[in-house]
């Protein structure tokens, strides 16, 4: 078997390929010249430079290494940096996605194609609706969450027309080391890192701390994608979470407790933190991957230790 990755040395990328090498599986993947490197479980060697909108560039890759499976992780990933990034989140996700079922498809393979589809892709809707199931309608406010409903729907365009294999896991927000400080869990993590270390004032600087989220940490994560990649059927949407919420002041107050600051830090709410919108809660229904035999391994507490550890040896 041999698995082929796209943005193999981001979070959700270099997890997979850390698990399939474990496994015998035979490992390549692409990343743009520009990614950092974390691969720590397999050599650089199988780490291709290239540009998922590079269309000839991706089908010379695909079309020589022929992989059994192509997991689609590369991707503009963050939902508050779409607002700044417009273009480039729906070049990057939608065409890059465009480029990647074409390039599957031309392969002439009968290669299995998992695409990183996400919750955001749900939306506006009322926070009595959850723990929101896959038959929910689509209604995404954030250009992050329009360019995933455009990813998805080009996989089932593909699924439905052309017979391909593809897998739709609407991931949850997943968490885990050597992110950067784009989301609410890292930046905290690193603002607590640089205090611990005595090389920021006591100070927290936070947006809005009233929603709540289901986080999954990204080793949990990658396992039940995993499961619906052996289990699942193709064109069918698959909630990757755990199925419960915690608020973002929690997760704060956590970290907190962790790096041993509590009582000791000041909260200063920064205005520029805030989004133009912010759903007040997501909240996933697991019940279809946990049908396939999930079974979650790591607390959320688990998680923002590993979290915050990674951010004091990383400053």
Same mark, same amino acid.
């Given at each position: 078997?041999?698995?082929?990755?796209?943005?193999?040395?981001?979070?959700?990328?270099?997890e997979f390929a850390r698990v399939y090498e474990e496994q015998g599986v035979e490992v390549f993947g692409v990343a743009r010249s520009s990614a950092a490197s974390r691969m720590n479980a397999i050599q650089d060697k199988r780490v291709i430079r290239c540009d998922i909108t590079d269309r000839e560039a991706l089908e010379k890759v695909i079309a020589k290494l022929k992989p059994?499976?192509?997991?689609?992780?590369?991707?503009?990933?963050?939902?508050?940096?779409?607002?700044?990034?417009?273009?480039?989140?729906?070049?990057?996700?939608?065409?890059?996605?465009?480029?990647?079922?074409?390039?599957?498809?031309?392969?002439?393979?009968?290669?299995?194609?998992?695409?990183?589809?996400?919750?955001?892709?749900?939306?506006?809707?009322?926070?009595?609706?959850?723990?929101?199931?896959?038959?929910?309608?689509?209604?995404?406010?954030?250009?992050?969450?329009?360019?995933?409903?455009?990813?998805?729907?080009?996989?089932?365009?593909?699924?439905?027309?052309?017979?391909?294999?593809?897998?739709?896991?609407?991931?949850? %927000?997943?968490? /885990?080391?050597?992110?950067? !400080?784009?989301?609410?869990?890292?930046?905290? #993590?690193?603002? =607590?890192?640089? +205090?611990?270390?005595?090389?920021?004032?006591?100070?927290?600087?936070?947006?809005?701390?009233?929603?709540?989220?289901?986080?999954?940490?990204?080793?949990?994560?990658?396992?039940?994608?995993?499961?619906? %990649?052996?289990? /699942?059927?193709?064109?069918? !949407?698959?909630?990757?979470?755990?199925?419960? #919420?915690?608020? =973002?002041?929690? +997760?704060?107050?956590?970290?907190?407790?962790?790096?041993?600051?509590?009582?000791?830090?000041?909260?200063?709410?920064?205005?520029?933190?805030?989004?133009?919108?912010?759903?007040?809660?997501?909240?996933?229904?697991?019940?279809?991957?946990?049908?396939?035999?999930?079974?979650?391994?790591?607390?959320?507490?688990?998680?923002?230790?590993?979290?915050?550890?990674?951010?004091?040896?990383?400053?």
């Open positions: 078997m041999k698995v082929f990755i796209t943005g193999i040395t981001g979070m959700a990328g270099s059994d499976l192509i997991i689609h992780m590369a991707a503009q990933a963050f939902n508050g940096m779409s607002w700044d990034c417009e273009y480039l989140t729906h070049e990057t996700n939608y065409i890059g996605t465009l480029n990647v079922l074409k390039c599957a498809l031309k392969n002439g393979s009968s290669a299995k194609v998992l695409l990183a589809c996400s919750s955001a892709e749900y939306g506006d809707f009322d926070p009595a609706d959850c723990p929101l199931k896959e038959e929910m309608p689509l209604r995404p406010i954030t250009p992050y969450g329009v360019s995933k409903v455009g990813v998805e729907m080009l996989g089932y365009q593909y699924y439905t027309n052309f017979g391909l294999p593809v897998y739709f896991p609407r991931m949850f %927000i997943h968490v /885990g080391t050597g992110h950067p !400080p784009a989301t609410a869990i890292q930046n905290f #993590a690193r603002q =607590i890192a640089l +205090i611990a270390k005595g090389k920021a004032e006591s100070i927290m600087y936070v947006g809005n701390l009233t929603t709540a989220r289901d986080f999954i940490d990204v080793r949990d994560g990658i396992a039940a994608m995993m499961l619906l %990649i052996d289990r /699942g059927m193709p064109g069918q !949407p698959v909630n990757i979470c755990t199925g419960k #919420a915690y608020k =973002i002041e929690e +997760i704060l107050d956590m970290l907190i407790e962790i790096a041993g600051l509590r009582g000791k830090v000041k909260i200063v709410q920064d205005k520029s933190l805030l989004r133009a919108s912010d759903e007040p809660l997501l909240l996933g229904n697991n019940q279809k991957i946990l049908n396939f035999g999930f079974i979650q391994k790591y607390t959320i507490y688990d998680t923002l230790c590993g979290v915050y550890q990674d951010w004091i040896n990383r400053i």
